[in-house]
């Protein structure tokens, strides 16, 4: 929405950096920045960081095709803890929104079970990893529940918040008309409660790959964690570099993804 | 009331659209200070295609009795028949709604909004396009179908909703406070339209209002309930065919109904306000 009252004024302001529209100023503020900050980076790690800590990001683009990219195991890492984390996601969201669903649609059921799922919501995970290890192995099911565990909670959360005050007539109106629970959950729950469902959801992603990532790190015997581990061990910051970055474009992808479907979802209040 | 008029020899013979059979409805745990007693034994018959009113003060339980009407929730006693069935949830094929504040999805365009009312009714999707259309040029709305609710006025979305109403096809509408939202011409006007439609389709309707002149207006009985616990107090026939002209709110007869039901209504509505008075005063 911010977005398209920037756009308004945007037609020719006429201003001092070549007649350029302020959208374009905007854009282009953006990309100096971003450069600025690789600039700097590469400055810092050439001249002054510890080169066994930092890598300058010409390194690790080089590091990226020349070591990470080139390697077949790391390659198979890389597509293994991308599926894990889509997976872990996937479920992560349709169990997040059944238990979310039916615990906000009633007050019985938000009074009775809502406390429980914030109290368990509290519990820092990590600390049962290991119970996780135990119960699904070290293999890649071990990665996605750990996931599924992190990004549920948020989904949950937001999916009961954003139920609550659902306006009765909509409902009472609907039901008049026939509408089944589906019907309800479908077009009246559904939309009211996207702007919060959309939050849970880009936290849920969030979590879900932080959780999957925690899991490769404990346990890995080949995995992304594993390569990290190594190279984190051997003081070989280029390609560890490459690899993270390697995780935040996977991150920032799915993001997008969920972007695009709340915009989808959100054209009418614009 | 007048003892035999013309139009109660028509409606007598008529069927019985809308039987209500000693319904009472209670809020509230029995016995604790927070019960409320909405509806106490009321029982009336609506015929069909007889336009119906409920007048009494707020609070009186008018749209409670209209949600039990319409299956929206079980009363706590009694029974409703609607044709030969009793009432046990909602009749989406016998029955539609149209509430007071518009109740289309902000989030649908008007014709998805229609699109959904019929999916949820299980209209065949072949008919779903000329019903709309039919349906919004009667309120002459056809030129916003492709328009989202919040980008058209009050006025317009509740034109749009009284469509939908009767574009559901159902034989009972039933209307609670549908034009209170509105200004008091474009209330005249659907007022106007209404009757007209009452002509045409012998649809049978239930309608809530807190206007006088609307009731007097469009009813063929006015049902005047006291303050609650709500139960019938009095009941006006106004004996005059539809569709009504605007010039029917000139006759003497107009006023002198209007003058009728005030009557009838005021000492319930200085009631209905001494017991929101107490109530206050119980809570502070
Ligand atoms: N769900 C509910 N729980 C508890 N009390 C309720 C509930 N619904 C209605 N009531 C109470 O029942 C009484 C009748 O309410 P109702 O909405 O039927 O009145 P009304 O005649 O439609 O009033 P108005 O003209 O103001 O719309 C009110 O005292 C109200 O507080
Ligand atoms: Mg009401």
Known sequence: MTVAAARVPAASTPSFIGGMSRRAKVIWTRRLVLLG???????????????RLFSPPSAIVYALFDEILVDPRIRGAIYQAFTEVLVAY????????????????????????????????????????????????????????????????????????????VNALYLRSASSMGASNFDLARHVYFPHMVPSL????????????????????????????????????????????????????????????????????????? | MSESTPFRAAAAGRPVAISIRNVSQRFGDAGSPNEVVAVDDMSLDVRRGEFVCLLGPSGCGKSTLLNIVGGLFPATDGVVMVGDKPVKGPLP???????????????????????????????????????????????????????YPNQLSVGMRQRVNLARGIALGTDIILMDE???????????????????????????????????????????????????PGRIKSIIEVDEPHPRSPDFMLTPKFSELRNQAYALLRDEVRQAIALAREAEAAHA
């Open chain 1, 198 to 270: 959309f939050a849970g959801l880009r936290l849920g992603m969030t979590l879900t790959l932080l959780g999957v990532i925690l899991a490769e790190l404990y346990v890995s015997t080949g995995g992304i964690g594993y390569w990290t581990k190594l190279y984190a061990e051997t003081f070989d910051p280029a390609p560890l570099f490459a690899l993270i970055a390697v995780l935040a474009v996977m991150a920032i992808l799915l993001n997008e993804l969920v972007r695009i479907a709340e915009r989808r979802f959100t054209r009418w209040r614009n």
């Open chain 2, 93 to 147: 094929r016998d029955i539609s709604f149209v509430f007071q504040e518009s109740t289309l999805f902000p989030w649908y365009t008007i014709r998805e909004n229609f699109d959904v009312a019929f999916k949820f009714q299980n209209v065949a999707k072949s008919e779903w396009a000329s019903r709309t259309k039919q349906a919004l040029e009667a309120v002459n709305m056809g030129a916003f179908i492709d328009h």
């Open chain 1, 90 to 165: 996937v479920m992560a969201i349709i169990i997040g929104l059944v238990v979310g669903l039916s615990v906000g649609w009633s007050n019985f059921g938000r009074r009775s079970f809502y406390p429980i799922v914030i109290l368990l919501y509290a519990i820092p995970q990590v600390i049962l990893l290991p119970l996780f290890v135990l119960t699904f192995g070290i293999g890649p099911a071990c990665k996605i529940a750990f996931g599924v565990s992190h990004g549920i909670f948020p989904i949950i959360v937001n999916v009961v918040a954003g139920m609550r005050n």
């Open chain 1, 37 to 51: 900050l690789v600039v700097a980076f590469e400055i810092y790690a050439r001249f002054i960081g510890n080169p």
């Open chain 2, 178 to 228: 549908p034009f209170a939202a509105l200004d008091e011409q474009t209330r005249m006007v659907l007022g106007e339209d209404l009757s007209e439609l009452l002509a045409k389709t012998g649809k049978t309707i239930v309608f809530v209002t807190h206007s006088l002149a609307e009731a007097v207006f469009l009813s063929d009985r006015i049902f005047v309930m006291t303050a609650r």
